[in-house]
């Protein structure tokens, strides 16, 4: 464990913020500082095959150390931070021996982490979390990931009585901006099945996402003197107000659950002459995903043919799909995983992910690749914490799926 949260402190006091404007790879400079100490933590703790390519993916091989042929499997996380929240100068706390009230995470700033609110945190007491001063993200998504696949792999190299075959090891930037897996060679990383170690609560085992599209809408107006506007002012802010009211009310990310999709307006930049609105789109079924962005679409014409004009212009570009459709014809992988927390004595909760996750892009690359807990919370802002035994209990899924692979198929 110590050696697992000193990693894990380490990787997190690295800012590796993605930004979702710049079409470079990766998207930041900063995401390569954490990036080349990994590979030099990889090769330190003995892995063989260590790369990092021109886009920053990292990758490296645990050869098998059984005799007899074993599906090659990988593990998979991003080094990338959310670009939602700052993650400069992070400053961890310790919470030891958490009882279950508030706590305060900036007294200056009255920031609180409580349980009233974040209901989670009564299952953790009596443990340590790890949480923000408040100030920044605190980078567990994924950096608590990453963290678990090398100490996991540093405790299978030092523990040879535990018999595995080879593992494959990945590491991607940008994945916060919807990219990690584009540059991800699959053929290069040879493995026949993988698992992300970027989920939240102890147990969570997924393999369904949303289907996911991000929506532009450019809105057009027209600036004269306030003074002499009647008949000629178009106020875009005004227009679009009127399209921000136009779609569901109850169909947006802070009143839908479990499978429910939604529209989400995560961005606005507006003047009198022009106001654009960045919406992304979610539904986990494809016919009602696609329904939805019919939707999106039939707003807009339906508005410009009530003004008169194609005022308002909308950009709709498909982002990722759910992998459910290429996990299904395998699902023993996902059996594999279900499987080890239960000999762990984790209970296994088995949902759909509302979001999504370097692997789906992946599944549909070839590459069939369920998500596991990680065991962060409150991902992408200040409130963030995880807990050091879920951190735990996340690795030992990670050396207990390679024990079991190699069982399997002996």
């Not at 990889?42 to 260590?50: A, F, T, Y």
């Not at 594999?336 to 599944?363: C, F, V, W």
Request: include cysteine; aromatic fraction near 8%; charge should be negative.
């Amino acid at each position: 464990m110590e050696k697992l949260v000193d990693r894990f402190i380490k990787y997190i006091k690295i800012d590796t913020q993605s930004d979702p404007e710049n079409a470079e790879f990766p998207s930041t400079e900063k995401q390569w500082n954490l990036a080349k100490i990994l590979v030099e933590d990889l090769k330190e703790i003995g892995m063989q095959d260590v790369s990092i390519d021109e886009n920053a993916y990292i990758m490296a091989t645990l050869p098998s150390n059984v005799n007899h042929k074993v599906p090659i499997i990988g593990f998979i996380a991003h080094i990338d931070t959310s670009p939602d929240f700052t993650a400069e100068n992070v400053k961890p706390q310790f919470i030891k021996n958490y009882d279950g009230k508030d706590i305060v995470l900036n007294e200056k700033e009255n920031l609180i982490l409580s349980p009233d609110y974040f209901d989670d945190l009564l299952m953790y007491k009596g443990q340590t979390l790890i949480t923000t001063d408040g100030t920044t993200l605190l980078g567990a998504d994924d950096k608590a990931g990453v963290a678990e696949i090398i100490t996991a792999m540093d405790y299978l190299i030092k523990h040879p009585e535990i018999k595995h075959g080879e593992i494959k090891v990945g590491f991607t930037p940008d994945e916060e901006v919807g990219k990690g897996a584009h540059k991800f060679d699959v053929e290069k990383f040879n493995a026949e099945w993988a698992y992300t170690m970027d989920g939240s609560q102890v147990g969570e085992l997924e393999y369904e996402n949303f289907n996911a599209a991000g929506a532009k809408v450019s809105i057009e107006g027209k600036i004269v003197h306030p003074g002499y506007a009647k008949g000629k002012m178009i106020n875009s802010m005004l227009i679009a107000a009127n399209f921000i009211q136009a779609l569901p009310k109850d169909e947006t990310p802070e009143t839908t659950e479990g499978y429910e999709g939604f529209f989400h307006l995560h961005g606005m930049n507006g003047a009198v002459e022009k106001t654009v609105l960045e919406y992304i789109i979610r539904d986990h079924d494809m016919e009602l995903f696609q329904n939805r962005k019919k939707q999106f679409q039939e707003t807009v014409d339906k508005m410009n043919k009530e003004l008169g004009s194609d005022i308002i212009k909308v950009e709709i570009n498909d982002q990722y799909y759910n992998m459910r459709e290429k996990v299904e014809p395998v699902m023993h992988i996902v059996d594999i995983a279900e499987e080890a927390m239960k000999q762990l004595d984790i209970k296994p909760l088995i949902k759909a992910i509302r979001g999504g996750t370097d692997g789906s892009q992946l599944s549909y690359k070839g590459l069939p690749c369920p998500n596991i807990f990680a065991g962060g919370h409150n991902f992408h802002g200040q409130y963030e914490y995880v807990p050091v035994e879920s951190m735990e209990k996340a690795t030992d899924v990670i050396i207990k799926i390679a024990e079991l692979t190699a069982n399997k198929y002996a």
